[in-house]
């Protein structure tokens, strides 16, 4: 569905938001995902047992709001056609479809990072690797991101400065620990006369941040095949809008995502 505005797809940043769900894989993931299906969107989404909830903020603002072949526009009931009141079931029927793979996509892209994180500790830091206290933290954030995941509805908990939030949590965790013994060993051998390997060192601490993320995206790799097996229901979805006939309040045609061909 043509739209007049398009931003970084919001509302597939709810399957991405499954990839999200790592805070330091989020971004990646959904680069990844957006450039795959090409999917762009202004709308936040939220899921319930009755309703799928559609939410744009940029103006106009606007409302949508989906339950069983129903359809309701900024909170009022739109009369549908016969046929339309189908798709717009079937709309309904595969975003519900979509959550569940993406939850898990988002499940294994916590795992994978976590992971890339405790590699790139023992790469860095064989020391602070080994150190209980980074190893606690990383379980107890995987464990969070896992609950946050499984309990999420909407696409809110996952955008701006909450994903951001997220992410800093995940850093702290682990860059005061790693850069800081990095920063010892740094002190020492500046004090043996070796300047070089001081200067080194704190060169791979001030790159630690960037190093982490650079071993996250070659770890998430392996999820592109996943992502690319997500794009056939986005594009069902852009079809099926495409073909709702009946016009919404204002005289507007339903237009909640675009996916490119």
């Known amino acids: 569905a043509?739209?007049?505005r398009r931003h970084a797809g919001d509302l597939m940043r709810y399957p991405l938001a499954a990839l999200l769900f790592c805070a330091l894989a989020a971004p990646v993931l959904g680069a990844d995902l957006e450039a795959a299906c090409r999917v762009r969107s202004d709308y936040d989404i939220t899921v319930s047992a009755e309703t799928v909830l559609f939410e744009r903020s940029a103006?106009?603002?606007?409302?949508?709001e989906m339950s069983r072949g129903n359809l309701k526009a900024n909170g009022k009931?739109?009369?549908l056609r016969v046929k339309d009141r189908g798709r717009i079931s079937a709309f309904e029927a595969t975003v519900r479809g979509l959550i569940p793979r993406v939850k898990a996509l988002a499940q294994r892209a916590v795992e994978m990072s976590i992971a890339a994180i405790r590699e790139e500790a023992a790469s860095t830091s064989p020391k602070s690797a080994a150190d209980p206290q980074l190893n606690q933290r990383l379980?107890?954030?995987?464990?969070?991101l896992?609950?946050?995941?499984a309990n999420s509805t909407t696409s809110k908990d996952w955008r701006?400065?909450?994903?951001n939030r997220y992410t800093a949590e995940v850093l702290s965790d682990v860059l005061p620990l790693v850069g800081g013994d990095l920063a010892r060993q740094a002190m020492e051998v500046a004090l043996r006369g070796d300047l070089a390997a001081a200067g080194a060192?704190?060169?791979r601490a001030t790159g630690l941040r960037a190093s982490l993320e650079a071993r996250i995206r070659s770890r998430l790799e392996v999820l592109r095949p996943e992502?690319?097996?997500l794009c056939p229901a986005l594009r069902r979805l852009d079809a099926l809008e495409s073909a709702v006939g009946t016009a919404l309040p204002g005289g507007a045609r339903l237009d909640l995502l675009e996916v490119g061909r």
């Open 227 to 229: 992502l690319d097996k």
């Open 160 to 163: 701006g400065a909450t994903l």
């Open 146 to 149: 896992r609950m946050r995941i």
């Open 139 to 144: 379980d107890a954030r995987a464990k969070d």
């Open 59 to 64: 103006t106009p603002a606007q409302s949508v």
């Open 201 to 203: 060192l704190a060169n």
């Open 77 to 79: 009931p739109v009369a």
């Open 2 to 4: 043509a739209a007049d």
